[in-house]
């Protein structure tokens, strides 16, 4: 018996963990997406800059 709950405790925390973890990589992404600047190459001078 002792075994099975230490094996139940194990499993919901790995549960857990994996959870937050999902959290977090979503959370990420969603800030890398702001971040994103547009660019286009100026076709004189072929330097990058930002789309108006």
């Known amino acids: ?6 094996i139940f405790i194990i499993f919901f ?9 999902n959290l977090n990589k979503k959370n990420i992404s969603n800030n890398e997406e702001k971040n994103v600047i547009d660019l286009e190459k100026d076709p004189n001078s072929d330097e ?3 789309k108006d």
């Open 1 to 6: 018996m002792k075994i099975a709950v230490l």
């Open 13 to 21: 925390i790995i549960v857990i963990f994996r959870f937050f973890s």
């Open 48 to 50: 990058y800059k930002p």
